[in-house]
């Protein structure tokens, strides 16, 4: 399990001394977050979730008391509609491409590619890697994508119970290639682990946290707030399909940049796994997943659209500010060897 990280605020700082038992929120007002963009609020809501995930070596028995306790879940719920107003807001001032509802299926499946080929008006990480980053830039870029790779699909996983028989077995057909077709040694987060010992770079479930951006755990929390939330599955569905539509291309040029680094194989596999898988996924994620659940459940469509919003818009929010970050980092470097 990983251990809890530094607070971020005082919500983060309150929340982490309750689970590590030293006070406790019971009975108490939780102090207002620091101003959205600290991380504070951000921290607090993945800690939350993470206690649905592996929970913490150094909570009280490791958060598992803490994983339904109603007041957090409270908090927890408090963070969710704060979290969830804010980007259907965002969505709705983007006016993206909208997914026609009762359309034929092959209409459907091209509104949603049109979707996701959208301009978000943010510059590609991929690119970047591609074209201009050094090693130091690519390391970092990867401590902040490893608080998604560590987990992969485990989110969207959540909605498996609750999904019509059709739609379930074609999300089981894609996740079968991200845990690996029954090879333990083969899940996505593996070949990540391995890709990041690679690179000498810390591989540990949650171990670049403390350096996490809050745009990425704002990314991480949005897949989590609509994978546990049986209202919210058709939006998981349409943020899993604009994934997978959206990382094959990426992975490609991810790949070409790696390569002109010189970084080590096991974590260009990676990526080079992806750039094959993705291309397969992103047909059956948006004919067969998406279009077997309107299929199920008609005039579901605006909350798929909702949920492929969601994946692009936070992938431009993150992209922006991780290259703003190691640009940033880059250029304080030069200006103290210049000094």
Known sequence: MPTLPRARGPLSAAL???????????????????????????????????????????????GTEHEWRPDLLALRGDLERRLEQRWRERVAAADLPELPVGAEPADLARA??????????????????????????????LRQRSIYHVKEQDAAMWTLPRLPDTTKAHLVTIAADEYGNGRPDDLHAQLWARGM???????????HVDGALPAVLEQNNLMSLL???????????????????TSAVPSRRVVRGMERLGAPEPMVAYYREHMVADAVHEQ???????????????????????GAAVCLLAEAATATAVLEHVRRDDETAAGEDVA
């Open 227 to 245: 994978g546990l939330h049986r209202r919210l599955v058709p939006a998981a569905l349409g943020h899993l399909a604009a994934f997978e539509v």
């Open 112 to 141: 949603f590619f049109a979707l996701c080929e959208a301009d978000t008006g943010a510059e590609s990480v991929a690119r970047f890697l591609q074209r201009e980053a050094d090693e130091e830039q690519l390391a970092e870029v």
């Open 16 to 62: 982490i001394a309750d689970l590590r038992g030293e006070t406790t929120l019971v009975d108490r007002t939780p102090p207002e977050p620091a101003p959205l963009g600290s991380g504070d609020e951000e921290l607090a809501l993945w800690l939350l979730y993470e206690l649905h995930h592996h929970g913490f070596d150094d909570a009280v028995d490791g």
């Open 284 to 306: 059956l994620a948006v004919r067969d997943l998406v279009g077997s659940y309107v299929a199920e459940v008609p005039g579901s469509e605006p909350e798929i659209a909702f």
């Open 197 to 207: 010992r690679a690179c000498g770079l810390d591989a540990a479930y949650a171990a």
